[in-house]
């Protein structure tokens, strides 16, 4: 029994992370109901279990995205204050040329021409430089604006994509730490219930495991017990062959042509036993198969001991 007890105590931590499944649990409860020492020590790992949730830490969003968003927002700004500085710069070398020609046509023109026009550049620099100006600052305004307004619009959209991500986070987290404080829930009231006297214990049947052919000497029973727990499947055997290498011994309860697995038990003298808590049902037999290891789920070995329970 050293043995078995040396790979039960190795599935602490397992047991601890919920990574066994309803079988396997069963079996490492029934061992820990019988060892105080086990029970502490998974009690401490259930107490460090429930705190894990808390240790991870916040997930910073990539800052690639919103530099890349900002590159191309204040590319598309300077394209377009280029162009219109180009427009300007266009738009003043026209005036100043009519400002050369009219130069040029006064200093050769008679006086009386020059005259008039003088009075003629005078009109036109009051009516056309000036509008010339005005447009070309009412384009650079709007043009400015435009630019704020797209910066801030692409922030905005930074902004919202980030809370999205961080809300995101939160709520995967609460329901992360949700689920692990409901488990770790449910763990420590299996552990308590394991560790709990049974109370009005009652036999509901009997059954006498009988040897295969192969196995004529093997022998064994199987009672299906309730309590105010529930119902319990109890297996004991005596003057089972000799297990090699990784085989082991694995239960069923048989219901027509579904197959229960009940659990598996190694045995070093001969001799094995396992508890199983199972549904209420009617059930056709109860068997033990000799298997190449305790992994199966569905009988692959043959069958050593069997009893009819309808």
């Known amino acids: 029994m050293s043995e078995r007890k040396d790979s039960m105590i190795d599935l602490a931590e397992e047991y601890a992370l919920g990574g066994m499944d309803e079988l396997e649990q069963a079996e490492y409860e029934f061992f820990l109901s019988e060892h105080a020492e086990e029970q502490q020590r998974v009690t401490e790992l259930l107490d460090t279990t429930g705190m894990l949730a808390l240790a991870s830490k916040p997930v910073t969003p990539p800052s690639g995205m919103k530099n890349r968003i900002l590159a191309n927002v204040l590319g598309n700004s300077e394209t377009e204050m280029m162009r219109e500085q180009a427009l300007q710069s266009i738009e003043a070398d026209s005036a100043r040329r009519d400002v050369e020609e009219r130069s040029h046509l006064e200093e050769t023109a008679p006086s009386p021409v020059r005259a008039v026009n ?71 009231q299996q552990l308590t219930a394991a560790n709990s006297p049974a109370v009005g214990a009652q036999v509901d049947r009997t059954v006498a495991l009988v040897g295969s052919e192969e196995d004529p000497s093997a022998s064994g029973m199987a009672a299906m017990v309730q309590d105010d727990t529930g119902t319990r499947l109890v297996v004991q055997a005596s003057d089972l062959p000799k297990l090699s290498g990784n085989e082991a011994y694995q239960v069923w309860l048989i219901k027509g042509d579904q197959k229960i697995n009940a659990g598996t038990f190694l045995s070093g003298d001969g001799k094995g036993a396992l508890t199983y808590t199972m549904e209420p049902g009617d059930y056709d037999m109860v068997a033990i198969t000799l298997e190449p290891d305790a992994e199966g789920d569905q009988p692959r070995g043959r069958i050593v001991l069997a009893g009819a329970l309808a």
């Open 118 to 188: 003088d009075r003629v550049n005078s009109e036109k620099s009051t009516s056309t430089a000036t509008p010339v100006v005005s447009t070309a600052k009412a384009r650079l305004s709007r043009s400015l604006w435009a630019g704020a307004a797209t910066i801030m619009a692409a922030a905005a959209v930074i902004l919202a994509i980030y809370t999205g991500q961080l809300r995101s986070e939160m709520n995967d987290m609460r329901s992360t730490l949700t689920a692990m404080e409901q488990r770790t829930s449910d763990m420590q």
